[in-house]
């Protein structure tokens, strides 16, 4: 599966962006998707991930009630909407696809998108 992040920019704090990522496969439905982000200096961190039907989600502590996943099966597309982002929130954002259940551990991922950045001002 190839995968294609776009929608990152610049926005200033307390502002919005909509991430989108793009599959190959029209077996996308057959996977659980997932974002990650990585910050300068840091470790990839999970972000948020959503099972194949979109009916269950799972979010970070971080960015729970301030981001949702969601996903068009038919567009072959994951989404990550972003709100109320802070300057922490900068970071290259990472989609990426598995088979069976959502995780939120890295290395239960098959297929990595190339990333797209995110910057917050303050």
């Known amino acids: 599966v190839q995968l294609q992040a776009s929608g990152g920019g610049l926005v200033q704090a307390g502002g919005s962006l909509r991430l989108s990522c793009a599959a190959s496969?029209?077996?996308?439905?057959?996977?659980?998707m997932g974002w990650f982000r990585q910050a300068p200096g840091k470790e990839r961190e999970f972000v948020a991930a959503?099972?194949?039907?979109?009916?269950?989600?799972d979010y970070a502590d971080s960015v729970k009630g301030r981001f949702t996943i969601s996903r068009d099966n038919a567009k072959n597309t994951v989404y990550l909407h972003m709100n109320s982002l802070e300057p922490e929130d900068t970071a290259v954002y990472y989609c990426?696809?598995?088979?069976?259940?959502?995780?939120?551990?890295?290395?239960?991922?098959?297929?990595w998108g190339q990333g797209t950045q995110v910057t917050v001002s303050s």
């Open positions: 990426a696809a598995r088979t069976g259940l959502t995780s939120r551990r890295e290395w239960a991922y098959d297929y």
């Open positions: 496969e029209r077996t996308f439905s057959s996977y659980a």
């Open positions: 959503i099972r194949r039907t979109g009916d269950n989600t």
